[in-house]
């Protein structure tokens, strides 16, 4: 039950793009085309899934232990980059597709707030192992969601008429405010109702 | 091969300096932080209450395997 | 490249041509998120280019020392370093900012411009132009975010949190706004609009300026 409860959390109550506001500049600058968001989404998903389990292990296993929590921040993203880069080298050596589909887009994710942002709540908010792979899981998915329903907007935008200095990235972040306004229905009265 | 190895261990010596000087930092500070009171960063006041109603509904199997599931 | 700018260039750049946030849209990552309260913000700000400053006068330092194939590693290393020691002040001195920065706080890490002058200026260019450069982007940065947060918070909240000075608590309440305010703004969504209004207005600015010089637009996509 509580991995229901994560998944919902990370998917549409605290999406970590619309509320937490991370990931956005490959949100903004990757969303223009249907596949490309999605080939980026699948890659979020994976990199965040093994970056909060990685990120949990060496915190539980290594830092608790020692001690050393403070050196949180820089073992944690060499983890990431290091994840992210080993990620591109397996999706170059084992297939051209699998590359153009998903490993063009590793790159980007190198320094990417979302992911070090889920490892980090993960982190604070005590999760055991298993429950931190999957808010990894539940972040990524609703990074694809957001990405897949924003790059489907902004294809249908571009085929329209907008005044000139709104073309482009203002757009796409109006539109995202809607988005995120129409998220806003997942607050706390409404849940507090919901669960008693 | 050689080139790799050079890389590697200049990569190695950066991150070492680099904890290095956080630790010693950190020991520096600790005992201003300390008197300040530990401030988490707070989740989600939505989220919370749905990991935690969650939770709630799940008690019992998270004993098994030591916490770890 | 190694800038061929005067230095003043390299500095103004920073303020509006180069500006992090509207133009080059870096900055946005964490800080859109803080941009909720003017002191938040000018805090983030603050941070922001100390963290800045110094990785590009690091960078720049161990520009031949840190090996091509492992730049990434090397470069994320260093800012971590100085984002946790940044970090570490921050909650011993202003712990109140820090925590009204909270997560955002330990996100200055993976702050895009940090990264991206780092790999595009400072392995380049001297120290002294690299700190120059890391100035200018910083209080583009600071100026750019503080506006937004002026927008959210006077429009949404009706107030303007300063920081406390001598007994009084920093905030100031805009009176008749303050009875209506637009809630929305205080929350990610108003963040996304302000910051799409905003950019749109700069948009129109600079579309103006081009037209007036006499410069081609056809098509008045700018970005």
Same mark, same amino acid.
């Given at each position: ?107 980007? $994710?190198? %320094?990417? /707030? ?60 109006? @539109?995202?405010? $809607? ?18 | ?13 950066? /991150?070492?300096? @680099? ?51 | ?32 998120? %803080? ?12 941070? %922001?280019?100390?963290? *800045? ?58 702050? /895009? ?33 503080? *506006? ?45 609009? %302000? ?29």
């Amino acid at each position: 039950m509580t991995y229901i409860g994560i998944i919902i959390t990370y998917t549409l109550v605290q999406n970590l793009v619309l509320v937490d506001l991370l990931g956005l500049y490959s949100y903004v600058n990757v969303t223009r085309r249907l596949d490309s968001a999605a080939g980026l989404g699948l890659a979020m998903v994976i990199v965040m899934s093994l970056a909060a389990l990685l990120t949990w292990v060496i915190y539980h296993l290594v830092l608790l232990p020692l001690g050393i929590t403070f050196l949180q921040i820089l073992t944690f993203l060499l983890i990431i980059v290091g994840l992210v880069q080993i990620l591109e080298m397996i999706t170059k050596w084992s297939s051209g597709a699998l590359h153009s589909s998903l490993g063009s887009y590793l790159p980007m $994710l190198t %320094v990417n /707030c979302a992911v070090l942002g889920i490892a980090l709540i993960a982190v604070n908010a005590n999760y055991s192992a298993f429950e931190s792979l999957f808010a990894g899981f539940s972040a990524g998915i609703g990074f694809l969601l957001v990405t897949v329903v924003m790059a489907s907007i902004r294809e249908r935008l571009d085929l329209e008429w907008i005044p000139k200095p709104f073309r482009g990235i203002p757009i796409a972040f109006v @539109s995202a405010g $809607l988005m995120a306004m129409a998220f806003l229905g997942f607050d706390t009265a409404f849940l507090r109702n919901l669960l008693g | 091969m050689n080139a790799v190895f050079g890389a590697a261990l200049r990569l190695l010596v950066i /991150c070492l300096a @680099s904890a290095l000087v956080i630790g010693v930092v950190y020991f520096f500070l600790s005992p201003v932080i300390a008197s300040e009171g530990k401030r988490k960063a707070q989740m989600h006041p939505a989220g919370s209450i749905v990991i935690h109603a969650a939770r709630e509904m799940s008690a019992p199997s998270s004993e098994l395997f030591g916490g770890i599931i | 490249m190694t800038s061929r700018n005067t230095l003043s260039e390299d500095l103004m750049k920073g303020l509006v041509r180069e500006n992090p946030i509207f133009m080059t849209l870096l900055g946005l990552c964490p800080a859109l998120a %803080v941009s909720n309260k003017v002191s938040s913000a000018l805090g983030m700000g603050a941070a %922001v280019a100390i963290v *800045l400053i110094a990785t590009n006068f690091l960078v720049s330092l161990l520009k031949d020392f840190i090996p091509g194939k492992v730049r990434t590693l090397a470069h994320v290393a260093i800012i971590a370093t100085l984002s946790t020691i940044v970090n570490l002040l921050m909650h011993a001195y202003t712990p109140a900012l820090f925590a009204d920065l909270g997560l955002y706080a330990q996100l200055i890490a993976v702050n /895009c411009i940090i990264i991206d002058r780092a790999n595009s200026f400072a392995r380049e260019n001297s120290a002294g132009r690299s700190v120059v450069d890391a100035l200018g982007m910083g209080i583009g940065f600071t100026l750019a975010l503080t *506006l937004i947060a002026l927008l959210r918070e006077v429009l949404g909240n009706g107030t303007i949190t300063l920081f406390p000075v001598a007994g009084w608590n920093g905030t100031l309440i805009i009176p008749g706004l303050g009875a209506a305010p637009i809630k929305v703004l205080g929350m990610s969504a108003g963040a996304f609009l %302000v910051f799409g209004y905003l950019k749109a207005m700069f948009n129109a600015y600079r579309m103006r300026k081009a037209s007036g010089e006499g410069a081609d637009i056809k098509s008045g996509q700018i970005a």
